[in-house]
């Protein structure tokens, strides 16, 4: 575990950390779908929409692709759970209004509480693979305090690739070690940890809905290992 | 006018407009300098220094030089007012933190009031020649509640040129009539209204120091043209 007392700046990642996708896009689709007759297992529509994320994101890392921003690879990723469910029928508009469900997403419950406690003394920064008007919505639908907001957009690359995780310390004047992530995804927090970014670690055990296991890392591998952001603030002191 | 119906989004400019930077700077300048034992006009001080502004963002955007940080452009512009008023022997760490004082301006005292009312319906950006760290240091010490923070560095370029105007909406996925610059400067809002942004004036006689004439547009010049975060709040019906 590595030195936290220089930390000046939390980067938090968002789908999962700091809001509840799966709940918010099952409800998306109930709200659009159930209308039209669909009685489906809402939330593993949602789980199956989320399981084409990283392959969508993995074509712009690779080069494959340029940059798009998330809204669109929302828009593309949703065709796949719709074939798979047998959706049929809908409009484009309503394909946008769904894959826009990804800005209506409620924070957790713990969210607004710690991230208010936190702000006091950090540098809160939504440093997500979302596009910027996405988090804006977002922020401004569920009351999320950022003091800034970066990520993906402004780099025009996807996390974990490490000119995320830099532009974080580049665009506020501190140093790596003056950064730290904030997330419930190993593989976000080790690609922090490989820019020297510090890691704060927070469990979401009900991501992908209630009783889902998810991937738990070994005790002691992050800076910091918490159950909510309001155990994260005490621990930060504040 | 324009219609200013369709407005989501409000630019804002920051130096002058949102921040009293003359009393600000003249407050920092007397902190360092008149225990040295100098008895300065301080306010003149201030005004001197501000007047290297346009010069030194002139070089960037004519392409002279490659994109430089306001903090720098601020710490190179600061030594000119020494020479002028005949201050010699500052280490570079006090010229630092004198040119970091461009980040210590308070808000005029309609700010966050009007801001906190216009924050409700309106998505709020800080739209500035200032740089991240500059306008995200200076916004929590002031307890400015922006939404966002854009302006010239996501961009790499200063104002008035139209991509800073442009970068608004293109992030937020808004069209230019969806935008409305804020701005006490002519010269920022017609770089604006260039663009296809509405345009929102509002009046701050005492930018230069109380009685210190500035630029006055013509009645009706403006989509808006207020004296006050406050009064611009109530025409927006907020």
Request: proline share 6%; aromatic share 10%; glycine share 8%.
């Amino acid at each position: 575990m590595a030195d936290i007392s220089e930390v000046k700046a939390l980067a938090f990642d968002v789908f999962g950390t700091t809001v509840d996708w799966c709940s918010g896009i099952a409800r998306a689709a109930r709200e659009m779908l159930a209308p039209k007759g669909y009685s489906l297992d809402w939330a593993r529509f949602a789980v199956q929409w989320r399981r084409e994320y990283q392959p969508a994101m993995e074509r712009v890392r690779s080069g494959a692709r340029g940059y798009v921003v998330m809204d669109v690879l929302h828009r593309e990723m949703l065709d796949a759970p719709l074939k798979e469910f047998g959706v049929s029928g809908l409009s484009e508009d309503e394909k946008q209004w769904l894959a826009l469900g990804w800005r209506r997403l409620d924070p957790w419950p713990d969210v607004i509480e710690g991230m208010q406690r936190m702000k006091r003394r950090f540098i809160l920064v939504a440093c997500s693979n979302a596009n910027i008007a996405l988090a804006v919505e977002m922020a401004k639908r569920g009351g999320l305090p950022w003091d800034l907001i970066l990520g993906a957009e402004p780099v025009r690359m996807y996390k974990p690739r490490g000119e995320v995780y830099d532009s974080v310390g580049q665009f506020l004047g501190l140093k790596p070690e003056n950064v730290a992530m904030v997330a419930c995804h190993p593989w976000d927090l080790d690609g922090a940890k490989a820019r020297g970014l510090r890691t704060l670690y927070v469990r979401r055990p009900d991501e992908f809905g209630p009783g889902v296991a998810s991937e738990k890392p070994a005790p002691g591998k992050y800076d910091l290992m918490t159950d909510s952001f309001i155990e994260l603030a005490e621990k930060l002191g504040v």
